[in-house]
């Protein structure tokens, strides 16, 4: 299967932490990614981690994946009302011809209460 | 450098119209992928262009196609439109690496189709 799946909707106070779970099926699945999308605007990569490792942190953004379980999380720490946006977790995979096919979440709604 | 830019931004169509829309990759990218966003469907893989080559394609009807030219820059054309084409079309484009290929969208074009 090639499901990445994600909650809909999450809201954190102004000031509090954000953690944005996501669950993938593809075992042989090489990157993991993070986007945010703000209203009107297209995808922004935030941080990727690759499927070797437990932990990557960048800044406020701290990515754990635990790969026996397929589960990945997006961990904002200090959460901004500029971070409410929709993050879409998804993942890379091999093809059987060697090339790449990302398969991308619905999206969680990320609301931040000022 | 520049990023990923997608023309025209908005556009309005009536069923049974064709429409094309313009992507112009991230200079010295050679990959162009091409999705549809629906808030009902989420992101969904339409196809990926490399070197001029169709080489990976979605769940999408005949009706959706694309090319890209031998600067990269690449088109799709969806031809006799109908109500459930309205989305938002987002192009991404990536350096096609073997195994570090980070995708980076552009801003969208806004289908609505009457």
């Known amino acids: 299967g090639e499901d990445v799946e994600q909650s809909l909707f999450l809201s954190v106070r102004e000031g509090d932490s954000s953690v944005i779970n996501c669950t993938y099926t593809?075992?042989?699945?090489?990157?993991l990614y993070w986007y945010k999308q703000e209203p009107g605007a297209g995808l922004q990569l935030l941080t990727y981690i690759f499927s070797n490792m437990d932990m990557k942190q960048d800044q406020r953004l701290t990515v754990l994946l635990n790969k026996k379980d397929k589960h990945l999380s997006l961990r904002i720490a200090d959460t901004q009302t500029g971070d409410s946006a929709i993050y879409f977790c998804a993942e890379r995979q091999m093809n059987s011809g060697g090339y790449q096919k990302v398969t991308f979440g619905i999206g969680t709604k990320l609301q931040v209460i000022p | 450098k520049a990023g990923v830019t997608q023309t025209p931004r908005y556009l309005i169509k009536t069923r049974g119209q064709q429409v094309t829309l313009s992507c112009s990759p991230i200079s010295g990218h050679r990959s162009v992928s091409w999705y549809q966003q629906t808030p009902g469907q989420g992101l969904q893989f339409l196809f990926e262009y490399f070197s001029e080559t169709q080489r990976n394609k979605g769940n999408f009807p005949g009706r959706f196609s694309g090319r890209q030219f031998s600067n990269s820059r690449s088109e799709m054309n969806v031809s006799t439109l109908e109500l459930g084409d309205s989305a938002l079309y987002l192009c991404?484009?990536?350096?096609?690496?073997?195994?570090?290929?980070?995708?980076?969208f552009g801003p969208g074009t806004r289908l609505t189709v009457l």
């Open positions: 593809d075992s042989s699945s090489t990157y």
């Open positions: 991404a484009s990536s350096l096609a690496g073997a195994n570090t290929d980070t995708q980076y």
